[in-house]
C-alpha cells in the first residue's frame, strides 16, 4: 500500500549492474563462438570483441566492476533501508549470473542457459526487489512470477534462433541446437500462452496458497496484461513462419514482436499492479 524511492534505488541499482555483469562477461566468453558466426556469416549482425567494437579486456574488466559495484549497492541498501539478508541474497544472484556463462558450469554451453536466463530474468531480479520495497520474504505478488518466469523463457529460447549453426558447430547446447528452429518457435507460442494464463489465474491461484502476505490481487489488474499478450500471438505466429534457420532479417522482425509482446504485458501488469497498491482498500 505505498511506495518508497530509496528501495526502487537500490533494486534498480542492482538490476542494472547485475546486467552489465553477465551480459559483458558472456560477450567475454562467447568471444570465439561469435567469432566463427562472423567468418561463416560475414554480413550479420556485428560482435563486441570480434568486429573490434570493444577489446576482451575492456569488457571484462568493466563487467567485473559491474558486478562489484551491484553486489556493493546490495549491501548498502541492506543497512540503508533494513533489509537482513539482502546483501547474501545479491551475492547468491551473482552467482546465478556467474553459472550462465563462467566456469565450471556453463550452463549456456550444456543446455540449460535458456532456463537459467529465465529463473534470473523472470523470477529472482522480481523477487529481490519486492523484497527490498516490501521487507517480506513472501508477499501475495510472488503468485504472478510463474506466468512472468515463462515469458521470459520464452525470449530466452528464441535468442538462440539466429546462433542456430555456429552455435552448433562451436560445441554450444541450446534449446536450439539440440531441438532445431521449427521446434522452439512452436514452445515459443506454448510458453507465452500457458505464461498468459498463468498471470490471469494468479488470483484464483492466490486463494488456494497460504504463507503469502499483503493484499489480494484482483483479477481486473491481471487478465488485461494477459489479454494483451494473448491479441500479440497471431501476429507473431504469422512472422514466425519466416524465421527459419538463417533467415536473419526474419528472424529479428520476429523476436522484436516478441520482446514488444513481454514486454508491454509486463509494464501494464506493473502499472495496475502498483495503481492497486495505492487505491484505497475497500
Known sequence: GHFALAPALFGLAFTVLGLVFIVLLNDYVDRDVDALKRAMFPSTSKKTIADGIVSANTLLVVGC???????????????????????LGAALGMVVFAAYSLPPVRLNYRGGGELLEAFGIGALLPWFNAYLQAGITRPSALVLLPGVTLWAFASALASGLSDEES??????RTFT?????????????????????????????????????????????????????????????????????NAFAAQSVYKGLLHQACW??????????????VLPSR
Open 65 to 87: 566492476i559491474g558486478g562489484s559495484l551491484g553486489l556493493a549497492s546490495a549491501f548498502v541498501g541492506e543497512r540503508v533501508v533494513g533489509r537482513p539478508g539482502l546483501g
Open 167 to 172: 552455435d552448433r558447430r562451436g560445441g554450444k
Open 177 to 245: 541446437t539440440s531441438l532445431g528452429n521449427a521446434a522452439v518457435r512452436r514452445s515459443v507460442t506454448v510458453t507465452l500462452l500457458v505464461g498468459a494464463v498463468l498471470v490471469a489465474l494468479a488470483p484464483v491461484a492466490l486463494d488456494f496458497g497460504a504463507g503469502a502476505r499483503g493484499a489480494r490481487i484482483p483479477v481486473w489488474v491481471t487478465v488485461p496484461p494477459a489479454a494483451l499478450l494473448l491479441l500479440s500471438l497471431p501476429r507473431l505466429v504469422a512472422a514466425g513462419r519466416t524465421a527459419v534457420t
Open 264 to 277: 508491454r504485458a509486463s509494464l501494464l501488469l506493473a502499472a495496475l499492479l502498483g495503481l492497486h497498491a
